[in-house]
């Protein structure tokens, strides 16, 4: 089968293409026959990519590892999920990813793709949306009326962040660039914040809730000091993975799969309440320029998408 692989040397790290033998799904997983794979721009640097679960160098991984598809075959004992479901989700990250004709997952980390949604769009879902849900909910703790502020709110994790904090009746404050203020307001947004503007916290006068941080650099250190006493911080750069300072490290998550929050995810999805947005789309052969986000005709908000299938 055809993939877009990590080139064995070369900095910065660049996909090339190869031919790998087509998986075979294991008990309890199945094989993902893939449309569409979601891009996550700075995976090609995380320690997934670059080492094995046993901490060993790793060479040619095939990254993304969020997808669109339908099955292609059942592993032993998979029951829910026929051949040619159209399914979503996504696969571990020390799995080959889905920039590959084929990728298999455990059929626990996948479910029905939303039906209003084209293979394409359904790509920029399982990890983003997945994401916001564990950090608003599982890591701080979201309730009504609570003050909530977004860093990234048009970024791939930020826009579903900022959509399922306004459906639970939070105060949404949103930062982005000037150009995405009418999108971020639309998405539920009742304050948006030039990100590179003057300094948020300058801006800020109440206290917050939550701060939930998609950016990295400094951006949650000059956040903590907004929050309540008792107010959650999360963030999910990989800047603040390593960390020293124990109120960042306790901030820091990577997301799970998580079957049931798919299925809740794609409801709202189907039911008009919870939107995706594509920023752009390349083909398999131009996975590399995916990455790089050096492409034409982007929107600026969103998640960029690779078609692995041709008629995608």
């Given at each position: 089968?055809?993939?877009?692989?990590?080139?064995?040397?070369?900095?910065?790290?660049?996909?090339?293409?190869?031919?790998?033998?087509?998986?075979?799904?294991?008990?309890?997983?199945?094989?993902?026959?893939?449309?569409?794979?979601?891009?996550?721009?700075?995976?090609?640097?995380?320690?997934?990519?670059?080492?094995?679960?046993?901490?060993?160098?790793?060479?040619?991984?095939?990254?993304?590892?969020?997808?669109?598809?339908?099955?292609?075959?059942?592993?032993?004992?998979?029951?829910?999920?026929?051949?040619?479901?159209?399914?979503?989700?996504?696969?571990?990250?020390?799995?080959?990813?889905?920039?590959?004709?084929?990728?298999?997952?455990?059929?626990?980390?996948?479910?029905?793709?939303?039906?209003?949604?084209?293979?394409?769009?359904?790509?920029?879902?399982?990890?983003?949306?997945?994401?916001?849900?564990?950090?608003?909910?599982?890591?701080?703790?979201?309730?009504?009326?609570?003050?909530?502020?977004?860093?990234?709110?048009?970024?791939?994790?930020?826009?579903?962040?900022?959509?399922?904090?306004?459906?639970?009746?939070?105060?949404?404050?949103?930062?982005?660039?000037?150009?995405?203020?009418?999108?971020?307001?639309?998405?539920?947004?009742?304050?948006?914040?030039?990100?590179?503007?003057?300094?948020?916290?300058?801006?800020?006068?109440?206290?917050?809730?939550?701060?939930?941080?998609?950016?990295?650099?400094?951006?949650?250190?000059?956040?903590?000091?907004?929050?309540?006493?008792?107010?959650?911080?999360?963030?999910?750069?990989?800047?603040?993975?390593?960390?020293?300072?124990?109120?960042?490290?306790?901030?820091?998550?990577?997301?799970?799969?998580?079957?049931?929050?798919?299925?809740?995810?794609?409801?709202?999805?189907?039911?008009?309440?919870?939107?995706?947005?594509?920023?752009?789309?390349?083909?398999?052969?131009?996975?590399?320029?995916?990455y790089t986000g050096k492409l034409p005709g982007r929107k600026g908000h969103g998640k960029i998408v690779v078609a692995v299938a041709a008629e995608n």
């Amino acid at each position: 089968m055809k993939v877009m692989r990590l080139a064995s040397s070369g900095q910065p790290p660049a996909l090339v293409e190869a031919t790998l033998p087509q998986p075979q799904p294991g008990s309890g997983e199945v094989l993902i026959r893939v449309a569409a794979a979601g891009v996550i721009r700075t995976e090609l640097l995380w320690y997934p990519t670059t080492h094995d679960k046993n901490g060993n160098p790793r060479s040619g991984a095939v990254p993304a590892h969020e997808f669109a598809g339908t099955i292609a075959a059942l592993g032993e004992g998979v029951t829910d999920f026929s051949v040619n479901d159209p399914v979503f989700g996504m696969n571990d990250w020390f799995s080959e990813g889905a920039l590959a004709e084929y990728t298999a997952a455990p059929a626990t980390s996948i479910a029905p793709a939303p039906r209003t949604l084209s293979p394409i769009e359904a790509a920029t879902v399982p990890i983003s949306a997945l994401t916001a849900w564990q950090g608003l909910f599982g890591r701080g703790h979201l309730h009504p009326g609570g003050r909530v502020l977004i860093h990234g709110a048009a970024g791939g994790v930020g826009l579903f962040a900022t959509q399922i904090a306004y459906l639970h009746g939070a105060h949404v404050i949103a930062t982005c660039a000037p150009a995405n203020f009418d999108f971020v307001r639309q998405l539920g947004a009742s304050e948006v914040l030039d990100s590179r503007g003057a300094p948020f916290e300058q801006t800020l006068q109440q206290p917050l809730d939550l701060v939930f941080d998609t950016i990295g650099g400094d951006i949650l250190t000059r956040s903590l000091p907004l929050l309540k006493p008792g107010g959650f911080a999360v963030t999910i750069s990989s800047d603040n993975e390593s960390a020293t300072d124990q109120h960042i490290k306790d901030a820091f998550f990577i997301v799970e799969p998580n079957q049931k929050q798919l299925f809740e995810v794609a409801h709202l999805i189907d039911t008009g309440k919870l939107h995706t947005f594509v920023d752009a789309v390349v083909p398999l052969a131009e996975a590399n320029e995916a990455y790089t986000g050096k492409l034409p005709g982007r929107k600026g908000h969103g998640k960029i998408v690779v078609a692995v299938a041709a008629e995608n």
